[in-house]
Nanobody
Framework: QAQLVESGGGLVQAGGSLRLSCAAS????????MGWFRQAPGKEREFVSA????????LYADSVKGRFTISRDNAKSTVYLQMNSLKPEDTAVYYC?????????????????WGQGTQVTVSS
């Protein structure tokens, strides 16, 4: 059974940094493109970033471009999201997701597996 477990969330002041990790098990990690999404209270889930199987292709939401960096380590079956220059509007539960197709996508419905999420809170 595929499982995705996020970690690294927490409380940080505006301007600070956090690195989220998502460890995958029960699937051939290198065969999956990966994505990060987030959901703030009272809002719909939104796309944050995605990375293809070999880590060469990436995609970012405009709201995080230049501040967040997605990466992966296929040997560790882990995808990361480095978040710098955090803003209060980045506060949300962050989810990682796995997609068996090789290309990156912003569409949540195209992902096959989801993690439970990790809370990120940015104080002003």
């Amino acid at each position: 059974q595929a499982q995705l477990v996020e970690s690294g969330g927490g409380l940080v002041q505006a301007g600070g940094s956090l690195r989220l990790s998502c460890a995958a098990s029960g699937l051939t990690f290198s065969s999956y493109s990966m994505g990060w999404f987030r959901q703030a209270p009272g809002k719909e889930r939104e796309f944050v970033s995605a990375i293809n199987r070999n880590g060469v292709g990436t995609l970012y939401a405009d709201s995080v471009k230049g501040r967040f960096t997605i990466s992966r380590d296929n040997a560790k079956s882990t995808v990361y999201l480095q978040m710098n220059s955090l803003k209060p509007e980045d506060t949300a539960v962050y989810y990682c997701a796995a997609r068996v197709w090789p290309t990156v996508t912003r569409n949540g419905y195209e992902y096959d597996y989801w993690g439970q999420g990790t809370q990120v809170t940015v104080s002003s």
